[in-house]
């Protein structure tokens, strides 16, 4: 029987420890580059919805910029009997349609809920990403409201008491009580001026954003060549 001597002990001992370091060292290695593929998917996932954001953003600055026009068209005829009526009619219904925004926030709701915001260790980004959904999607959602707010509480009660609907679609809209629409419209457009400053704002965070995205992306695509 051979005799076991403190070298062999100590050897075999190096060598169950480095077998456990370079398994651990395999895992963590596996493990970094699934979160790297995770965070990828993440990014590639935002990038995808603040794009759309984006163009829902800028369909609704030319929405607003057309409400405007309708709202400088009514309010001309308010106090004289204008040619065309019928159109002034529709165009006080077009006024009345809600331009609104919903933001593509799946992602960053599932990045916050599961818990994997941590994987986007940039701190650049990952401020960018935060301040633009926690903080200018809330004060776009605010604005948008107050406009929401104007259109039920006033414009549809005014629909109510003083418009019909049929006599309106034939031309008959005759403009009851126009002090009180008068009053409205104006409400309506200082809303919207304010709902096109906040989107334009939104559109620029979107750039922004959407800029460091796209800069991580790129860095993490030319690590991967090495």
């Not at 331009?99 to 818990?115: A, H, Q, R």
């Not at 604005?143 to 008959?172: F, V």
């Not at 709902?195 to 995205?213: H, Y």
């Amino acid at each position: 029987m051979n005799k076991i001597t403190w070298r062999s002990a100590l050897g075999e001992i190096l060598i169950v420890i480095i077998g456990i370091t370079i398994a651990i060292s395999m895992n963590k290695c596996a493990e970094d580059n699934r979160n790297n593929v995770l965070k990828t998917q993440y990014l590639e996932s935002l990038q995808s919805d603040i794009e759309s954001d984006r163009l829902q953003l800028q369909e609704n600055v030319t929405r607003l910029k057309t409400k405007l026009k309708a709202i400088d068209s009514i309010v001309r005829y308010l106090n004289i009997e204008p040619e065309g009526r019928s159109i002034i009619g529709r165009r006080l219904f077009e006024v009345s349609t809600l331009v609104e925004f919903i933001p593509k926030d799946v992602t960053y709701s599932t990045l916050i809920n599961s818990g994997d915001m941590k994987l986007l260790n940039d701190l650049s980004l990952k401020t960018s990403i935060e301040e633009h959904y926690s903080k200018n999607y809330k004060k776009l959602s605010r604005d948008y409201k107050r406009m929401e707010n104007i259109h039920q509480k006033y414009l549809a009660d005014y629909y109510i008491d003083y418009i019909n609907y049929d006599d309106t679609i034939e031309g008959g809209l005759d403009f009851q009580n126009k002090k009180r629409l008068g009053n409205i419209l104006y409400s309506m457009q200082g809303a919207i001026y304010i709902k096109i400053v906040v989107t334009d704002e939104s559109i620029e965070s979107c750039d922004a954003t959407l800029n460091e995205i796209t800069k991580v992306l790129e860095e993490n695509s030319t690590m991967s060549l090495y």
